[in-house]
């Protein structure tokens, strides 16, 4: 794994822990996910499965409840720093999810 997507999964990790304390929300399934794919692919997963049924990820519905969809994975993926990670359609559909 390079030193981005290392950065990129480090991110998210600290998110999740971010998540269960300010937000009393355990994404259980995403810990899972990022145990057997990584960062990167866990993202790209959730894309492909969002653009493909219609449905947004549980946790991206859970920390919009929260007001906080800068602990969500698409608001990392959206950022500059990681946008090499991903394919343009990849991060143009997280921008227009979150809105950006």
């Known amino acids: 794994m390079n030193r981005l997507a290392h950065q990129f999964e480090a991110e998210l990790r600290d998110k999740m822990l971010l998540a269960k304390k300010e937000?009393?929300?355990n994404p259980i399934r995403f810990n899972?996910?990022?145990?057997?794919?990584?960062?990167?692919?866990?993202?790209?997963?959730?894309?492909?499965?969002?653009?493909?049924?219609?449905?947004?990820?549980?946790?991206y519905a859970r920390l919009l409840e929260e007001g906080r969809l800068d602990l969500t994975v698409e608001h990392s993926v959206c950022k500059a720093e990681y946008q090499?990670?991903?394919?343009?359609?990849?991060?143009?559909?997280?921008?227009?999810?979150?809105?950006?």
């Open 84 to 100: 090499s990670l991903f394919s343009p359609d990849e991060v143009e559909f997280y921008k227009e999810l979150l809105g950006v």
């Open 32 to 59: 899972q996910m990022l145990e057997q794919y990584g960062g990167v692919e866990t993202a790209k997963r959730l894309i492909k499965s969002a653009r493909e049924t219609g449905i947004i990820p549980t946790g």
């Open 23 to 25: 937000c009393r929300y």
